[in-house]
């Protein structure tokens, strides 16, 4: 197998998936298991592909300990598709819904969901170009609202909120799709938790929806059959077609998750991670971090120096030295690190090694 020239890839997503899984999946790719096929042809109905929708379901219940009155789906349309499932099914008594905006990917959240109620925004950060989390208190929730809804971690801007907000009664739906298995999470202080498969996860075309058992049933019977939450809940995600190649690997990242020690693990080695990097950052002379300290994303390290020149060579020296993608997203400029679970501690240790070598060679 040609893994000599793999590069450090710190897109935003899709990103980097670990070799192991991706070697494993190689080896099984024509022939599943001994089944004589691939799973990219294998009928959803078989028992194999049972085995392993159930095994990725029973695995990521564990992984993250989630309650039996939980349901969990494997749905398609990403984390987008989400935006508007999220009010089509959850604006159930008075129509409202409260939004707190921390990022391109909450507004946009937001947006979608106006299109279907009377939503609210209870506060942003977009006055600082989202460069902190606000904070917000159970009083400055509408305490007649159908539910609230905030992002994580925002990938865009490399922030993460240090606090889960306290909605008191009123369902908290949460957007994790850019730190869902990074770090250890309390399901139950959620109404609904959903993220897009690329990031942390696997390949992008599987959606993972975790919804209360309470919050299921509410959809307009005149919405399309395939956004009401019931229908997948009813039918163990097998409405239709799922996502079948997707849900299989997906399975197998969470099978090395819990080998490796479960989410508790993993989180330890990614706040190492994080913490190196923005530690070198904080004493570097040339670049600078522009979140606030306390909100900081693990995932997601966003950085600049402050020259949009300096900016651009930088990333294309990188990529010339191994490491791809280091341009920050197209709305801000500047650089990211998008370093998920899948990311080495040695390719954050590269990344440092050659942040070193170009301050030096272009220190004003
Ligand atoms: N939410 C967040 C936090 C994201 O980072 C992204 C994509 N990067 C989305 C939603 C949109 O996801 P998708 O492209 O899967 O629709």
């Known amino acids: 197998m040609n893994n000599q020239n793999r590069v450090y890839n710190f897109s935003a997503g899709p990103s980097m998936l670990p070799l192991d899984v991706l070697e494993s999946v190689a080896q099984n790719i ?21 085995t392993i929708i159930a095994e990725a379901e029973s695995t990521l219940r564990e992984l993250l300990r989630i309650p039996d009155n939980y349901k969990v789906l494997f749905l398609q349309g990403g984390g987008t598709l989400q935006f508007a499932m999220v009010p089509l099914n959850l604006l159930r008594n008075s129509r409202k819904a ?19 109620g009377d939503v609210k925004i209870t506060a942003s950060s977009e006055e600082s170009t989202f460069t902190y989390i606000p904070e917000v208190q159970k009083q400055d929730f509408r305490p007649d609202a159908d539910y609230v809804h905030f992002t994580l971690n925002n990938t865009v801007y490399g922030t993460r909120f240090p606090y889960i907000p306290d909605t008191g009664d009123i369902p908290l739906v949460c957007d994790m799709s850019s730190c869902i298995l990074s770090e250890e999470i309390d399901v139950s202080k959620y109404g609904m938790i959903y993220a897009g498969a690329q990031k942390n996860v696997g390949p992008a075309g ?16 005149s919405i399309p059959t395939y956004l009401d939450y019931k229908i997948h809940a009813d039918n163990d995600s097998m409405y239709n077609t799922p996502p079948c190649f997707g849900i299989y690997v997906a399975g197998e990242v969470f099978k090395k998750i819990k080998a490796e020690g479960g989410i508790a693990a993993i989180e330890k080695i990614n706040i190492e991670k994080a913490n190196k990097l923005y530690d070198y950052i904080d004493g570097s ?8 300290k306390k909100d900081r994303s693990l995932m997601n390290v966003v950085f600049i120096t402050g020259d949009a020149n300096l900016d651009k060579k930088f990333t294309s020296e990188a990529k010339a030295a191994g490491l791809y993608n280091l341009a920050g997203h197209r709305s801000i400029g500047g650089m990211r690190a998008s370093i998920y679970n899948a990311m080495p501690a040695e390719g954050v240790d590269e990344l440092i090694a050659f942040m070193k070598k170009f301050e030096s060679e272009n220190r004003g």
């Open 30 to 50: 024509t022939n599943y298991g001994g089944s004589g096929q691939s799973v990219m042809e294998m009928s959803h109905r078989s028992s194999e592909f049972e």
């Open 98 to 116: 409260d939004y707190i905006v921390t990022g391109t990917w909450a507004k946009k959240a937001a947006e979608e969901a106006a299109k279907f």
């Open 206 to 221: 599987v959606t993972i929806v975790i919804i209360r058992e309470d919050l299921i049933g509410f959809a307009s019977k």
């Open 285 to 292: 002379d040339l670049y600078k971090c522009p979140i606030v």
